[in-house]
């Protein structure tokens, strides 16, 4: 068989094209006890990676730092929090570091005045940096543009000017409605730096989604494109954002007073007189220093929408102050920057990761960015290793989408590619099964770069747990909150569960990124979030910790599946599933039996060189096989009622699986709004 497991026990073909890799570190063996908690928890993963000498010896941020960072987080959050803060450049100083007494909206750096955007771009040009590369865009047919953080900071402020000229001020809402362009970056600083609070829009949204965030944000400006290019096509945008003004109501639409458009796919494009302004024309002549906007800590940067896999979008509003410390804190010290790094985040800058770990993070540290415009595979499945190799990326964070996707086309695409410059792999959005974590760890690392799993949410803003490069690397876990952060495991009366039983994650202390509430709103943010457990911030996530208080996520509460009286978390069934060799992809959801309350039911996208699904005369065979598989990796209570096999899977735009689809399929329930999926899906 093609893909029988290798010696690296990682499933992928053993091919005569990846040269010989370096020795991993032994695994260490060891048993997890088998234990039935509120959640089961059924994956036994026993494989541990011991950072390797070179990485400890290079670490800007040593295991002394993080030992020291615990014990004076724990013993003193708020003095914690404050030395994080000194680190960055204030107009004025706190009063506060933290006041809880409006709980849960929770304010930081009370009294204090800055503006992000000082941190990000305008301190740079006083040092070494203003020289350095900000920010290297590369379009999908491979046109590139490059920006020193002068010329960043001169584009920002000439439109930051424009913005003015049109008349947005402090507090007006700026939608974004764009695909990764410079102008998307240009747009959320330009916004920030006066005082106005951006809202990004995936530029995958439709007219109606687009419609309801904006009846919701009502902007004073939109930012738009023509068009632009993914997956080969061209496809217009600025017909959209029209349709979405048009259909919302009049008074709101009269609010919209201006649309900048962008060109950048050389189409024909309706503009209403009065209100639509080509960006060429709205930043020509204007000038390139701008004044930055005093703010206050605790004044609002931007509104984000959550990526809305179930309901209402809720729109999460972050602050400039305690924001700007998290994130820079942890782009720091989880990625731990070097003058040398070319920092290559794949999400899309719309999303909560392009916020932090696209624009601000990496700018706050002076570090260069990468942004690409188009889809990862195009125009073959190299593309991603190309521009690795091509523009030298040393730090890569992506989604274990994006992984597995990649891995589905097999090892052959990265192993043509020099990977040398790789020095860090970190992932976010979804569980890492521990089959594609050593798949990454193996063909992309090649054995070097440590991978951390960064757990996080839209309404945390920053990472929260996640590993550090010097940490010890369990395949598929998180690890460990980062200092400062609390975070446990609890039943529903919130008791802690204990190692080897699943529950509830939450977060017992509050940190400075934090949501400071859903916009117009604050009774959904203290019901979804706060009123479970008072005090503490429940993430609606389930996961389970080990003996050695190592986190494993285990996938959404709303996801848990009851087989037979046994709660059963998706992340460790589709994990199970995956470490087949012909599963590329996979999803479960719960379907009721009449036995058992609940079965699984699998869906499963196979890997390329299977034969195509219409041809395979075995998969009935295989089906057994999958269900026999996970039944052997996970034990009895792992019951797989169906497998069926498909070319995709429902993701929304940020990469997620949509379970909530797959449900209402199988229930032959109304699929609520599809709009937010990724295309290709039918
Ligand atoms: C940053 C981001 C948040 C939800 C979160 C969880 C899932 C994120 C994860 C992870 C397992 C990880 N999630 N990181 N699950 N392991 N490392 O993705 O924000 O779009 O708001 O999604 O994503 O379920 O609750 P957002």
């Known amino acids: 068989a093609p893909n029988a497991p290798n010696a690296h026990g990682d499933g992928t073909p053993p091919s005569a094209t990846v040269p010989p890799l370096p020795d991993l570190p032994a695994p260490h063996l060891r048993d997890l006890p088998f234990t039935g908690g509120t959640i089961d928890a059924l994956l036994r993963e026993e494989r541990v990676f011991r950072p390797l000498p070179q990485v400890v010896a290079g670490a800007v941020v040593n295991p002394q730092d993080v030992t020291r960072a615990r014990a004076r987080a724990a013993a003193d ?113 330009a916004a920030a730096k006066i005082g106005a609070v951006h809202s990004t829009v995936f530029g995958g949204f439709s007219a109606r989604s687009l419609r309801d965030r904006m009846e919701d944000a009502r902007p004073a400006v939109i930012v738009t494109v023509d068009g632009f290019y993914r997956n080969g096509r061209v496809i217009p945008l600025k017909p959209i954002a029209d349709e979405a003004v048009a259909t919302l109501p009049p008074d709101l639409a009269a609010g919209v007073r201006h649309m900048v458009v962008v060109h950048r796919a050389h189409m024909e494009t309706p503009m209403t007189e009065g209100r639509d302004i080509w960006y060429h024309d709205a930043v020509r002549g204007q000038h390139h220093e701008a004044l930055t906007e005093i703010m206050d800590s605790t004044d609002p940067l931007f509104l984000l929408y959550t990526s809305g896999t179930t309901g209402k979008p809720k729109g999460h509003v972050h602050a400039h102050g305690g924001y700007m410390v998290g994130v820079h804190r942890t782009m720091r010290w989880v990625f ?40 990862p595979l195009y125009p073959e499945p190299g593309r991603v290793w190309s521009m690795v190799e091509r523009l030298g990326v040393t730090i890569l964070y992506t989604a274990p989408t994006l992984v597995r996707m990649l891995m589905r086309h097999g090892a052959q695409h990265v192993a043509r590619h020099d990977l040398t410059t790789l020095r860090l792999l970190a992932t976010v959005g979804e569980p890492i099964s521990p089959e594609a974590w050593l798949w990454f760890h193996r063909h992309v690392g090649r054995g070097r770069c440590p991978v951390l799993d960064t757990w996080w949410q839209t309404e945390t803003g920053m990472i929260m747990l996640s590993p550090l490069p010097v940490s010890l690397l369990k395949p598929g876990s998180v690890t460990r909150p980062l200092p400062g952060i609390e975070a446990d495991v609890v039943d529903e009366h919130g008791k802690p569960v204990g190692p080897g039983h699943g529950g509830l994650l939450v977060l017992q202390r509050p940190w400075p990124a934090m949501s400071c509430g859903v916009y117009n709103d604050d009774e959904s943010y203290r019901r979804l979030y706060w009123e479970r457990f008072p005090g503490w911030y429940c993430t609606g996530d389930v996961a389970r910790r080990d003996e050695d208080g190592y986190f494993w996520i285990q996938g959404r509460a709303d996801d848990v599946l009851l087989i037979a009286g046994h709660r059963i978390g998706t992340a460790e069934m589709e994990a199970a599933l995956a470490s087949h060799p012909s599963v590329a992809e996979c999803a479960v959801i719960g379907v009721p039996d009449a036995l058992r309350g609940e079965v699984a039911k699998a869906f499963v996208v196979l890997v390329d060189d299977h034969p195509p699904l219409g041809t395979m005369v075995n998969a009935d065979d295989l089906a057994t096989e999958l269900v026999e598989h996970v039944r052997r990796e996970l034990g009895p209570v792992a019951v797989i009622r169906e497998v069926t096999f498909r070319e995709g899977l429902p993701r929304n735009r940020s990469g997620k699986i949509m379970r909530r689809v797959l449900r209402s399929e199988e229930l032959g329930r109304d699929t609520g709004d599809l709009s937010t999926l990724e295309d290709g899906y039918v």
């Open 77 to 189: 959050p708020d003095g914690y929090w404050e030395e994080a803060a000194e680190e960055l450049e204030w107009f004025r100083r706190w009063d506060a570091v933290h006041d809880g007494s409006n709980a849960p909206f929770h304010r930081w750096f009370t009294g204090a005045r800055c503006n992000i955007v000082h941190n990000a771009l305008d301190r740079h040009i006083e040092t070494g940096t203003k020289n350095r590369l900000a920010l290297i865009w590369e379009g999908e047919s491979g046109d590139t543009r490059s920006f020193t953080y002068y010329q960043l900071y001169r584009e920002v402020n000439r439109l930051a000017n424009a913005l003015r000229g049109l008349g947005v001020g402090k507090g007006d809402r700026v939608i974004i409605y764009m695909p990764p362009l410079p102008e998307t970056v240009f747009a959320m600083l």
């Open 336 to 375: 731990d920057v070097k003058p040398t790094d070319i920092f290559w985040c794949t999400a899309e800058p719309g999303w909560i990761t392009g916020h932090s770990y696209v624009v601000y993070g990496p700018l706050m540290a002076g570090t260069t960015t990468v942004l690409y415009e188009g889809h």
